[in-house]
C-alpha cells in the first residue's frame, strides 16, 4: 500500500520567513494530494490540494509542488505569521480512479512562527 | 453548522467495554470515512462508505471493529472488548462524488480512552 513520510518533525521559523515542509510518496498510482492544517485539539482543515496532472499550486501565501518522477510534494508558506502555528499533514491518495480517496497521511509537521 | 459532526467527543471506558461512536457527515455528502489518530501521528485510514455500502476497510480494523451506514447518512463506529491500545481520537470524514469529488471535510472527532 501507500507509504507518505513527512519532514520535518518541527520547524521553528521567525515570523515573516518562509516555512517549507516537504513529503515523498511510494504508490505511482497516487494523483491527489491534498494538505490538512491541525492546531490543537481540532479537526483537521484542508488548506491546499494538487492533482497530479499540474506541478504548481499557489493560494495567496500557500503553494505546493510536485514532482510526479521523484515522487514527492512540498508545501511553501511565505510571509509566515504567528497564526500559521500548527502542525500540518501531507495526504496522497488515488482519488476517485480508485481507493475511493481514502487519504494515507504523512506524520505531521509541527510548524512554530516565533515572534 | 452543517459541517461534520461527532459525538460523543469524549468517551471514557473501562477496558473489555464496548463503545459506539456516531457521525453525522455533510448532509449532501455520500461517501463517509473513518481514520484513526494517535498523539503524534498523521490519521490512519480506517473504513469508508458510499452511500450505505462499505467499500473498503483497513487491515487496521480487527474483528472488534464495526462500522454501520444503514441508510446512507449517519455512520456509527463501535468497538466491542475495548483495548487499552484502542486509545486514540476517531475522526469521521465526508465528501461528496460529484462536482470536485476530492476534498474530505473532517469532523471534531471522539476521543476515546481506555482505563
Known amino acids: 500500500g501507500e507509504n507518505v513520510e513527512q519532514h520535518p518533525s518541527t520547524l521553528s521559523v521567525q515570523e515573516g520567513d518562509s516555512a517549507v515542509i516537504k513529503c515523498t510518496y511510494s504508490?505511482?498510482?497516487?494523483?491527489?494530494f491534498p494538505w490538512y492544517k491541525q492546531e490543537l485539539g481540532k479537526r483537521p482543515q484542508l488548506i491546499i490540494d494538487?492533482?497530479?496532472?499540474?506541478g504548481e499550486k499557489k493560494d495567496q501565501r500557500i503553494a505546493v509542488t510536485l514532482n510526479k518522477t521523484a515522487k514527492h510534494f512540498s508545501l511553501h508558506i511565505t510571509e509566515t505569521q504567528p497564526e500559521d502555528s500548527a502542525v500540518y499533514f501531507c495526504a496522497a491518495s488515488k482519488g476517485l480512479t480508485g481507493g475511493g480517496n481514502k487519504l494515507t497521511f504523512g506524520t505531521g509537521t509541527q510548524l512554530k512562527v516565533e515572534l | 453548522d452543517t459541517g461534520v459532526s461527532q459525538d460523543p467527543r469524549h468517551k471514557i471506558t473501562k477496558r473489555g467495554q464496548n463503545v459506539t461512536f456516531r457521525c453525522d457527515p455533510i448532509s449532501e455528502h455520500n461517501r463517509l470515512y473513518w481514520y484513526r489518530q494517535t498523539l503524534g501521528q498523521g490519521p490512519e485510514f480506517l473504513t469508508y462508505f458510499q452511500n450505505e455500502a462499505q467499500l473498503e476497510k483497513s487491515r487496521l480494523l480487527s474483528d472488534r471493529f464495526s462500522a454501520e451506514r444503514p441508510k446512507g447518512s449517519f455512520s456509527t463506529l463501535e468497538i466491542q472488548r475495548t483495548e487499552q491500545g484502542d486509545s486514540a481520537m476517531y475522526l469521521c470524514a465526508s465528501s461528496s462524488t460529484s462536482g470536485r469529488g476530492y476534498e474530505q471535510f473532517f469532523g471534531p472527532g471522539t476521543r476515546l480512552t481506555v482505563l
Open positions: 504508490d505511482s498510482a497516487s494523483n491527489y
Open positions: 494538487i492533482r497530479s496532472n499540474v
